[in-house]
């Protein structure tokens, strides 16, 4: 059967999908005119199928390719080619390590303390600014997010972790305000100019790290230099690796915790509940142990129904490297498939009131009545998200050191308005205004 979908335009797609508003809205409307499987014109890949039904997305679970041309904008970044595009038999060795490190529990442990410091730092100024001035989330929590992610690759004792901060805020500057073509007062040869110092400047700060590691006077295979190193990849796949590992961690987890704030400030209730767990299980520490996170349940629940509705990075690809069978439809090899998380967390048929913020339906009865598939924040299969047990650590470690102390509120007039961007952005930032919890004493007692 003839997979269904619009007729095709001579602009490839592009106005299709700003006339519907985005590339989300685009698809929510695709899927409920045409079914759960639609052919249309993604632009930059001619055609897509895109497919909206858990239970039919595994037939494409299995699938490690990637298709080239969408991914071709990161490219400039890489010395050793793009990392997000690389071969499966270059790819699997190279996941299985990074797995070694951002999933395990003792890497997560070991580097608690730091992550907590940098959070705890952040608290400290926004308490500053409690009931005089709002916060910005995305932009304050996205810095958070960098600064944790370079601890955690490059090892708690860099030299000057804020070198590398810098270098790599000013190449994703650079770099993706020329992508979204962010308007800026110099010449198109001007920023290239920039963007390339910028690179090189990182890389040079990068290649330090991985320097001291090569020569023996830092050997710990628990940061994720060190376990690249001790595996005996090169230098330049290294620091590639760590450009991926910053880029794939930042904005993401940054906008986790944003929206997920931002949606608590909509709940009071919710928000309430969030608050007596963390007294429950804080008592009056302002900052939970690794081990506390497990007992963290609702806020756990609040995160994930959070990424739901609110998924950072609302897209995925896939390219098919041979025939697939999609319930009645037949797709062929070669073809780019076309994942859209964040509808597929729509899809009524498994979420009833799909708008509604309802953690509840996290709960594990709930979960087991759900296709596996059916919540795919981190994407699925052999390229799915590396990080994604790192970063449901830190963001609950952030949550839970900001609602402790804070309480946060909407601020009045401010619209918060998702934009698709790299992430799954606001376009005029989450604005909210702190004010001190009553009994939160705001200090961080330390483990022994
Ligand atoms: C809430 C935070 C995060 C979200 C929602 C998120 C989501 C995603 C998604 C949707 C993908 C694409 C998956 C696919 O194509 O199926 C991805 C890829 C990736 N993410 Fe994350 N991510 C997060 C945090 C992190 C962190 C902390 C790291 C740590 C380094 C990380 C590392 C990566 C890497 C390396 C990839 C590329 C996967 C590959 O090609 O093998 N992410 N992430």
């Known amino acids: 059967m003839d997979i269904p979908g619009p007729e095709p335009c001579t602009d490839g797609g592009a106005g299709a999908v700003a006339a519907a508003g985005g590339l989300h809205t685009y698809q929510l409307r695709l899927h409920a005119e045409y079914g759960p499987v639609v052919r249309f014109q993604l632009p930059g890949a001619e055609t897509a ?157 990068v290649g330090q790290v991985v320097a001291a590691h090569r020569c023996g006077s830092r050997t710990d295979a628990g940061d994720l230099i060190g376990a690249l190193v001790e595996a005996g990849e090169r230098p330049a796949r290294i620091r590639d690796t760590v450009m991926v590992a910053m880029l794939a961690a930042h904005h993401t987890t940054g906008v986790a915790v944003s929206w997920t704030l931002h949606l608590l400030g909509r709940h009071p209730r919710a928000a309430a509940r969030v608050a007596e767990e963390l007294d429950r299980v804080l008592g009056d520490r302002a900052a939970p142990e690794y081990a506390d996170l497990r007992r963290l349940t609702y806020l756990d629940v609040v995160l994930k129904e959070s990424m739901r509705l609110r998924p950072p990075g609302p897209y995925g690809a896939r390219e098919t490297t041979q025939d697939l069978v999609l319930g009645d439809y037949e797709i062929p090899a070669g073809t780019t498939v076309f994942y859209p998380f964040w509808a597929v967390h729509m899809n009524p048929d498994h979420w009833p009131d799909p708008e509604k913020f309802e953690p509840e339906r996290f709960t594990p009865h709930e979960v087991a009545k759900r296709p596996r598939l059916a919540y795919i924040p981190f994407g699925l299969g052999p390229r799915s998200c590396e990080g994604a047990a790192l970063a449901m650590v830190e963001a609950a470690l952030v949550l839970a050191v900001l609602l402790k102390r804070f309480r946060f509120e909407p601020v009045p007039g401010h619209e918060v308005t998702p934009v698709e961007r790299f992430v799954l952005w606001a376009a005029d930032d989450i604005r909210m205004t702190v004010s001190p919890r009553k009994g939160s004493s705001g200090r961080t007692r330390r483990s022994p």
């Open 49 to 205: 199928v895109s497919i909206a039904d858990p239970v039919l997305l595994e037939a494409t679970a299995r699938i490690d390719k990637r298709p080239e041309p969408l991914f071709a904008f990161l490219s400039p970044l890489f010395e050793t080619g793009n990392l997000q595009v690389m071969p499966a038999d270059e790819h699997t060795p190279w996941r299985r390590l990074l797995l070694s490190v951002l999933a395990g529990r003792p890497s997560h442990e070991r580097h608690f303390a730091r992550l907590t410091e940098l959070v705890t730092a952040l608290a400290d100024r926004w308490a500053e600014r409690a009931g005089r001035e709002p916060v910005e989330l995305q932009k304050d929590l996205t810095a958070l997010s960098l600064r944790m992610i370079c601890a955690y690759a490059l090892g708690g004792d860099t030299e000057d972790p804020e070198r590398i901060v810098a270098a790599f805020e000013a190449v994703l500057t650079e770099h993706l305000g020329r992508l979204y073509q962010v308007p800026s007062q110099d010449g198109q040869e001007e920023r290239s100019r920039r963007a390339e110092e910028a690179l090189a400047s990182l890389r040079a700060a």
